[in-house]
């Protein structure tokens, strides 16, 4: 069964970098997103994009933020000054219709020092 | 917030046992979905119900759905230690939203 891949799997980066986290959706897929997960914490959305441009963010994905599809492959999410706030599991996912089930990927653990 | 609780935020019962979990939201809602999320792990789709439905099975799954409620609950029966896990309600609502929104998780652990 396709799936989605993340990575890398666990980023470790100094406060104040700029990080890029990558992902591979699922090859037919149309919608792409992008989640965090706080440790303990509920699974939070940041953003959405189709057609090559977001669709929908949430207040966390500041201008600090930005997701790029450069090809027809992958899909990233750059963090340019991170913060020790910035700090959790980051996943990807994608579906086909916005409301129809959301394929994740295992996450990048991001851990700003 | 457009989530609410869920309900228990930890279940701990013998294999065999059916777990019940259970979903509050707070504003009207398209579809309702359910995900596992192993320790570690991402998150994988159970089942999804759609707010014209009031329940769905899927192997050892059912999904219940009461609008007028706004409440939902996840029942696995015959339940095995391959379930621990946590377990996720979403809601995806209809106005434009392209999003799920999380409930904070019930944290299941089945003893063998």
């Known amino acids: 069964e396709p799936e989605v891949t993340q990575t890398p799997s666990h980023q470790v980066t100094q406060m104040g970098q700029e990080v890029i986290l990558r992902c591979v959706p699922i090859?037919?897929?149309?919608?792409f997103y992008w989640y965090r997960q706080i440790l303990g914490q509920k699974v939070e959305f940041l953003v959405s994009?189709?057609?090559?441009?977001?669709?929908?963010k949430s207040e966390i994905f500041d201008d600090q933020f930005s997701v790029e599809r450069p090809d027809g492959s992958n899909f990233t999410l750059k963090i340019r000054s991170t913060k020790l706030e910035d700090s959790a599991m980051y996943f990807c996912?994608?579906?086909?219709?916005?409301?129809?089930?959301?394929?994740f990927g295992d996450g990048t653990r991001l851990s700003i020092l | 917030s457009q989530q609410g609780e869920e309900d228990p935020q930890a279940l701990s019962i013998q294999e065999g046992e059916n777990a019940t979990m259970n979903c509050s939201y707070k504003?009207?809602?398209?579809?309702l979905q359910w995900y596992r999320q192993n320790s570690g792990r991402g998150l994988v789709h159970l089942i999804l119900i759609r707010s014209n439905e009031r329940e769905k099975h899927s192997g050892r799954l059912r999904v219940t759905l009461d609008t007028s409620k706004k409440s939902s609950s996840l029942l696995i029966t015959a339940s095995r230690a391959a379930d621990t896990a946590s377990y996720f309600c979403?809601?995806?609502?209809?106005?434009?939203?392209?999003?799920?929104?999380f409930g904070q998780g019930t944290r299941l652990t089945i003893n063998p």
């Open positions: 090859s037919n897929h149309l919608y």
């Open positions: 996912a994608s579906s086909l219709p916005p409301g129809e089930p959301q394929h």
């Open positions: 979403a809601t995806f609502y209809p106005q434009g939203a392209q999003k799920l929104v």
């Open positions: 504003t009207s809602i398209n579809n």
């Open positions: 994009f189709y057609n090559n441009e977001i669709s929908e």
